[in-house]
């Protein structure tokens, strides 16, 4: 199969009938579709990945558990949730990867999520598998209490399929530092194990690695620098619009501040705050991580300088770097030529799947660094892996050695992304990059291992 116009044809057809066997699967679709339209070159170059139906092993997941979560809330009613995990992909080791509370989630969202953790978590080069899973439970405006018995009962059934040599789950959006610590306690409880190695994320006192918080929102940056370094840019005194308001987000407008950035945004699904004198990082952690409050209540505490814009996109706001960091599918095609217009000069994805393909190609075409999110944010994912290294060692690096050790990951991270992409003729093409890249790395481990 020399010729890409076959490897491509090849390809279209999996995607087809990937696309029929999962149906009503927009997500999942997307994300398949978005990484083998890169492979074709890889093909063309390898012909040892044609064989043994490689591709097809890679886009079925391993294994995909559905469960019931029952659970009752503060006025004594009982409430039924469905919980998801989807361990895709263990070639490289074990199924890792966050879990999501958000009324969105279905099976397509896991799985879409779970595909571009496989990718992800082999860019670090740290032996990690892919999965993801989560629930349609939705934390906002439930009670401490409430999210304690959701997560016990969710646990109760999760606990049977995890383990710290065979899935390692840890948080994404709704999933934070309070949840872990509850989903931990009631895992210790059922299987009498102090086996910390079995989540990531967890409180610094026990057992959790310093800068995890911070780990996503510090790599999507660094790769971003790293980016604009190559354009011979630096960040110092840049202008950045940065979407989201949680953990991600947070730590991407800290570590903005701390390299001389001028991050101006952040929002909710609600609306966004732009602050002319820059995001209050103190104010807005008082907000959102205490007091789990809203951008609306920043803009009204801040005073003068931040506007509440109720229902708008950050993206409307002028900035050299933008950093879409809240969810799959909010950055559009006219999000893209806003950010072009006003002189955008890298987008660098701290969430998954962020930018709709039709904005990707724009934002590429216009010569924008595009750093996609398998590799811009698999810092958080990196610093989980050292988490995991730490608890099998009993031992708690220092804050400065995880953070130098952030740093190596994410440049070697953005390095392979970027010789890749000069391999394969797309020179500057992160994506293409990361895909192929990760795609390697999981293929020639799923190759050693025989058909499985
Ligand atoms: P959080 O729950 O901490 O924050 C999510 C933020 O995004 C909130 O501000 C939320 O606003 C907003 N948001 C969520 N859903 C929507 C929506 N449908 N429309 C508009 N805004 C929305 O999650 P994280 O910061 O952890 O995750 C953010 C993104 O980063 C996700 O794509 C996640 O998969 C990705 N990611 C996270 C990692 C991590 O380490 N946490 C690692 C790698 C990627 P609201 O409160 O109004 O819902």
Known sequence: MKDPKDSKARLDALRADIERRNPAQPEFHQAVREVLETLAPVFAARPEYAVAGLVERLCEPERQIIFRVPWTDDHGHVQVNRGYRVEFNSALGPYKGGLRFHPSVDIGVVKFLGFEQIFKNALTGLGIGGGKGGSDFDPRGRS?????????????ELQRHIGEHTDVPAGDIGVGGREIGYLFGQYRRITNRWEAGVLTGKGRGWGGS????????????????????????????????????????????????????????????????????????????????????????????????????PGGRVWEVAAEVAFPSATQNELDVQDARALIANGVKAVSEGANMPTTPEAVRILQEAGVAFGPGKAANAGGVAVSALEM???????????????????????DIHAVCHETAERYGAPGDYVTGANIAGFERVADAMLAQGII
Request: glycine share 10%; with cysteine.
């Open 144 to 156: 401490d209490a409430e999210v304690m018995r959701f997560c016990q009962s969710f646990m109760t």
């Open 389 to 411: 290294s730490q608890n099998a060692a009993r031992v708690s690096w220092t804050a400065e050695r995880v953070e130098q050790e952030l740093a190596g990951i994410m440049r």
């Open 210 to 309: 310093a800068i995890r918080p911070e780990a996503t929102g510090y790599g999507a940056v660094l790769f971003a620098a790293e980016m604009l370094k190559l354009k011979g840019i630096g960040l110092e005194g840049r202008t950045a619009v940065v979407s989201g308001s949680g953990n991600v987000a947070i730590y991407t407008i800290e570590k903005l501040h701390k390299l001389g950035a001028h991050p101006l945004t952040c929002s909710d699904s609600q609306g966004y705050v732009l602050d002319e004198k820059g995001i209050d990082i103190e104010l807005l952690k008082q907000i959102k991580e205490v007091e789990r409050g809203r951008v609306s209540d920043y803009a009204a505490r801040r005073g003068g300088s931040a506007r509440y814009v």
